[in-house]
């Protein structure tokens, strides 16, 4: 019977896999977004090795070149070749972006499993300081923590971080509560295991696939997010190539210059455009109810 069982199984996962790789071989824009994202992972990973400049080296007998085959994307104001800091500059954007969706999947994820198991004053408790986070606007809370900690990236990594994690929580917290009363969970308890073991062993694999859904979601606006406050001054300063940050130096060159500006912000609306479709893909390879979880965020 357990071999019958395990067939069964294996069986049941060669489906479930054929039948996402039949939904993405039909899904044009999912593609589209895998398609964008590696090629910025592979630009990120390669770019800075193979390229001929430095990234904050000045030239100023180059300075505000327009395209050309040894500048593809023109140079600055300061004669730096701007391919080459947009290159650097998704290292910065990718670094961060993971950082801050791990720190905030880490917190919200285990904030969400406690509240949700446990119950009582405890869910209570922590579900009321959910509730306070999400009533303000995200990058409004985020721009007054980074704008009192000062400028720099770490603060705009702690302050993305600090008020994001609270949608990770609300659904983790959702998938809890109608699991905890399944069979494979009073059948756990029965068997004398501990709550920390149950929460761990037995829940936690099932709220993955939903929260990686948000984390995919979640990249493309912390990437928005951390463009945003470095625009304003909060974020990297120079001669960092960050996205941001090239924003906010080129804009005053807008009418001689237009690649100081359409450089940066085309890197910005294809990357977040890109995560977003991909975690859309995701997200409805995903079960009904997951899907309906994740639109109630």
Request: charged content about 15%; hydrophobic content about 50%; proline content about 5%.
């Given at each position: ?15 479930e ?16 977004g ?49 391919l080459t800091?947009l ?29 949700g ?29 980074a ?6 990236l ?5 302050a ?11 659904l ?5 509560l ?11 308890r029965?068997?004398?295991?501990s ?49 941001g ?21 085309l ?31």
């Amino acid at each position: 019977m357990s071999d019958r069982a395990a067939n069964s199984r294996d069986r049941q996962q060669v489906n479930e896999r054929q039948e996402w790789t039949d939904r993405l071989a039909t899904d044009r824009l999912g593609q589209f977004g895998i398609g964008v994202v590696l090629a910025l992972l592979v630009l990120a990973a390669l770019g800075p090795v193979v390229s001929p400049y430095d990234p904050v080296e000045q030239d100023l007998s180059n300075r505000l070149e327009s395209p050309s085959l040894s500048h593809p994307f023109g140079t600055d104001q300061l004669g730096r070749d701007v391919l080459t800091r947009l290159v650097h500059g998704a290292r910065f954007s990718l670094g961060i972006a993971v950082a801050v969706t791990t720190v905030r999947l880490i917190m919200g994820t285990a904030v969400g499993l406690v509240a949700g198991y446990a119950g009582g004053w405890i869910d209570e408790a922590l579900m009321r300081l959910v509730d306070i986070l999400l009533a303000f606007p995200g990058i409004v809370l985020a721009l007054v923590i980074a704008g009192i900690l000062g400028p720099s990236l770490v603060n705009v990594m702690l302050a993305l971080a600090v008020v994001g994690w609270a949608s990770y929580a609300r659904l983790v917290r959702s998938s809890v509560l109608s699991l905890r009363e399944r069979e494979f969970v009073s059948a756990a308890r029965l068997l004398g295991r501990s709550r920390a073991h149950i929460a761990i062993r037995h829940l936690l694999p099932n709220v993955v696939a939903p929260v990686v859904v948000l984390a995919t979601l979640d990249i493309g606006s912390v990437i928005l997010g951390t463009a945003g406050l470095s625009f304003l001054g909060l974020g990297a300063q120079p001669p960092t190539p960050e996205w941001g940050t090239m924003l906010a130096s080129g804009r005053s060159y807008l009418r001689q210059a237009w690649w100081l500006v359409n450089a940066p912000g085309l890197c910005i609306m294809l990357t977040v455009l890109g995560f977003n479709l991909l975690g859309d893909s995701l997200r409805e390879m995903l079960s009904p109810t997951q899907t309906a979880q994740m639109e109630e965020l």
